[in-house]
Nanobody, 116 residues
Framework: QVQLVESGGGLVQPGGSLRLSCAASRSIAGIKSMGWYRQAPGKQRELVATISRADGTSYADSVKGRFTISRDHVKNTMYLQMGSLKPEDTAVYYC??????????WGQGTQVTVSS
């Protein structure tokens, strides 16, 4: 079992920045990938960014150039640095851990609200 705990969400003005963290309860070495998803009210959960076992990254078109995903293998923590935030980035952001075998793990989510 792995527990994932997100933090760093909050209220920010358009154009502002936030950094989300996802702390895993044990080593994240050897997993298939980790990622950030988000779900806005009335919408389906969507993929925001992923980072592979080899630290390769990919992003949704809507966040390319504004968000950066990274992870610290020593701290067993993944991050999402979000910049130039827009109201349409408002959502609950979820941390995901995908394994080669077995179900994915999810965090409980952290609310990000972009509003003036």
């Amino acid at each position: 079992q792995v527990q994932l705990v997100e933090s760093g969400g909050g209220l920010v003005q358009p154009g502002g920045s936030l950094r989300l963290s996802c702390a895993a309860s044990r080593s994240i070495a050897g997993i298939k990938s980790m990622g950030w998803y988000r779900q806005a009210p009335g919408k389906q959960r969507e993929l925001v960014a992923t980072i592979s076992r080899a630290d390769g990254t990919s992003y949704a078109d809507s966040v390319k150039g504004r968000f950066t995903i990274s992870r610290d293998h020593v701290k067993n923590t993944m991050y999402l640095q979000m910049g130039s935030l827009k109201p349409e980035d408002t959502a609950v952001y979820y941390c995901n851990l995908a394994r080669f075998i077995g179900v994915d793990y999810w965090g409980q989510g952290t609310q990000v609200t972009v509003s003036s």
